[in-house]
């Protein structure tokens, strides 16, 4: 059982920028693969981002490669998204999520969520 807690979110810019954070408890957060996913109001659950157990691997959803950056730290159980050149469409509450198997970019396998952190770019 893996419990996640995000935070880091805000009120930005456009061409702003935030660095989201997710602490993890339990002492398996580092055999599990964690996730960042987003919902805009109105729409569905949205893929942002994984990184594989080990840190080797990332992955990004075309929208925000080259702007977001995923990264871990198992010595303190937090994965983090840094957040560059933020534009209006990337208002969303944003989501942690985790899995010890791998789970590719469909929200639905994912087995652990946290509450969410609300992120609004705007002028």
């Known amino acids: 059982q893996v419990q996640l807690v995000e935070s880091g979110g805000g009120l930005v810019q456009p061409g702003g920028s935030l660095r989201l954070s997710c602490v993890g408890s339990g002492r398996t957060f580092s055999t599990h693969h964690m996730g960042w996913f987003r919902q805009a109001p109105g729409k569905g659950r949205e893929f942002v981002a994984r990184i594989k157990w080990s840190g080797s691997s990332t992955y990004y959803a075309d929208s925000v490669k080259d702007r977001f950056t995923i990264s871990r730290d198992d010595a303190k159980n937090t994965v983090y998204m840094q957040m560059n050149s933020l534009n209006l469409e990337d208002t969303a509450v944003y989501y942690c999520?985790?899995?010890?198997?791998?789970?590719?970019?469909?929200?639905?396998?994912?087995?652990?969520w946290g509450q969410g952190t609300q992120v609004t770019v705007s002028s």
């Open positions: 999520a985790a899995n010890s198997v791998y789970s590719g970019t469909d929200y639905s396998r994912w087995a652990y």
